[in-house]
């Protein structure tokens, strides 16, 4: 063996000792435990009961359909971890109040706030017309809206960002029409909300969650359809930018 290649193996990095890196590993899982511990007192702090608090995500997806690019509204109970959603073309104020109503009727618990980032279509700085802006009118349907200034400041919201359809949860091969697309995202609903262990939830899904509350008791499944006050929602409302649910400006 030459003497350059002593040299690299002599300088080579050894691999850790088994005890350092048992070592390594439970410091690590004691770390995790910590902080899922910290998210769980956080959520009894600030959600103790199903709808104290829900969280409302916007995620723009990386594909076009009929030329438009798809955004999906979230919902997500930061008590339960319980979620809806709906895919739209319209990121508008009047898009996401029509997404709050769909929301107040589906969830099978009513809801007291809603939180937002400050950014469109929650938060409108050049538009100060009543009839546009969006935590008046969340305010007139009777739920609290509160703004989360940035992610940092609010865990809850961060983590449950990344819990939304989106991204990865798209799947590699794209939807080909806005119904395929909503039958995808009703798909992902009904596994997040039955079959999705979250970890802060002490490994239970946000059904089993729900159902720790005296009045769930007997709730064994979750499946949010796009049903408004008894009706089917049309697709036409769900994908079109030309209509504007907002109420008229007062005369």
Known sequence: MSAHCKQV?????????PLAFESL????????????EKIASLTDQIAPTPGRLVYLHTTKLAMRLSGLQPVIFSAIDANTQMQVAQANFALTSAAA??????????????ISEIRT??????????????????????AEGGHVHSFVE??????????????????????LAFPASADELQRDLNRFLFFHNNFRLVPWL???????????????????SFSPRDEFEGRQVPASMRFSESIDLARPAAK
């Open 117 to 138: 980032q400050r950014e469109t279509p929650f938060h409108n700085p050049n538009d100060h017309r009543p009839h546009r802006d969006f935590p008046t009118l969340v």
């Open 25 to 36: 590993c439970m410091e690590l899982s004691h770390a995790g435990r910590l902080y899922l």
């Open 97 to 110: 109040l029509s997404f709050v109503d769909f929301v107040s009727h589906i969830f099978p618990f009513p």
């Open 9 to 17: 193996l002599t300088l080579s990095p050894q691999p850790p000792a």
């Open 202 to 220: 002490e490994g239970k899904t946000p059904i089993q969650k729900l159902r720790t509350f005296a009045r769930f008791e007997g709730m064994h």
């Open 150 to 171: 940035n992610q940092s400041s609010d865990a809850l919201f961060s983590i449950t960002s990344k819990m939304v359809f989106g991204g990865l949860s798209v799947g």
